[in-house]
């Protein structure tokens, strides 16, 4: 099968294009949000080709993940929308910019985004995360505290950025992604953009996970902290809490008892290792790339199909 597909989010990309097919990723010489090409950050495998929008005419189905590209999608082609993310405004009443469209599917990479987003009478399906299984394994011997997130200085209380200066008091921060530039200080120090291989190496390092976003789809630099063995600690939020079992991890609303959990995971390895044995068991059966890659091959069969 030829799928048109943009490329937007990395990490998910970076999985879903692991798959049998062939993967046409438009290009133009800006190399922009409209046409970066192939990741350069990703080892992506040589089914992946790039290519101008213009020259892309033979796609069997479309992967859309922004509402700007259902226009660029040539006349014809079955469309799929991925919705990556938690709807935002008049929350639980936010309707989705494809409510009420017939022609299209929109599927949700978590549950809750489908119980969250009003799509009307627009048909959805959930189809859960899947990750590539990073090489680093968490060794834990560094006591500092390790964030994984992008845009932490725009995004602020969405991320949980704000919660940062809590946790410092029991071990200094370390906070890898994009757009982290500007946040060193007093204890945190920023890796900005780092390549994925190398950040996985330095993150396997740290004591213990955090991931402080509020509110946000389910980040897959949690899954991959968990697939390496790290004790995870989180807020209770969106889909944390399906992901993270009690025996996984430490979640909560309330960040003092979140504080707590990061003092006894870097102050006893013993019970950190049983979390993160627990974590990376979880991982690996609920968010296998073999499970996510099947899932998708009988969504896509079923929509080609069905447009015939």
Not at 49 to 65: C, M, N, S, T, Y
Not at 83 to 89: L, S, W
Not at 135 to 150: P, S
Request: negative net charge.
């Amino acid at each position: 099968m030829n799928i048109l597909l943009w490329h937007v989010h990395g990490s998910w990309t970076n999985a879903f294009v692991r798959g049998k097919h062939r993967y046409l990723i438009p290009v133009n010489a800006a190399r922009d949000a409209w046409g970066r090409g192939r990741a350069r950050t990703f080892d992506w495998p040589p089914t992946v080709e790039e290519k101008p929008l213009g020259a892309i005419r033979d796609a069997d189905i479309a992967i859309v993940q922004r509402p700007e590209e259902l226009a660029l999608v040539p006349p014809g082609i079955p469309v799929v929308y991925v919705e990556h993310n938690t709807p935002k405004g008049d929350v639980p009443n936010t309707r989705h910019p494809l409510a009420d469209r017939d022609g299209v599917l929109v599927v949700h990479v978590t549950h809750f985004n489908e119980l969250f987003w009003d799509c009307g009478g627009t048909r959805t399906a959930v189809v859960e995360h899947g990750i590539v299984e990073p090489t680093a394994r968490w060794t834990g011997e560094l006591r500092r505290l390790a964030v994984v997130t992008n845009e932490p200085v725009r995004r602020g209380r969405v991320t949980g950025t704000d919660l940062y200066d809590r946790f410092t008091p029991v071990a200094p921060l370390d906070v890898f992604g994009i757009g982290t530039a500007g946040l060193n200080g007093d204890r945190i120090t920023a890796y900005d953009d780092p390549p994925q291989h190398v950040m996985h190496a330095d993150v396997a390092r740290r004591g213990a996970y955090l991931h402080l976003c509020r509110w946000t789809s389910l980040g897959l630099s949690l899954i991959e902290a968990m697939r390496m063995g790290m004790p995870v600690i989180g807020l209770a939020t969106t889909e944390a809490i399906e992901a993270v079992p009690p025996d996984a991890g430490v979640l909560s609303t309330q960040v003092s008892v979140l504080v707590e959990a990061a003092r006894w995971l870097l102050d006893e390895p013993a019970a950190a290792k049983r979390l993160g044995d627990r974590a990376r068991q979880v991982a690996l059966t609920r968010y296998g790339l073999d499970r996510f890659l099947a899932d998708w091959d009988r969504l896509l069969e079923e929509e080609t199909c069905g447009s015939r």
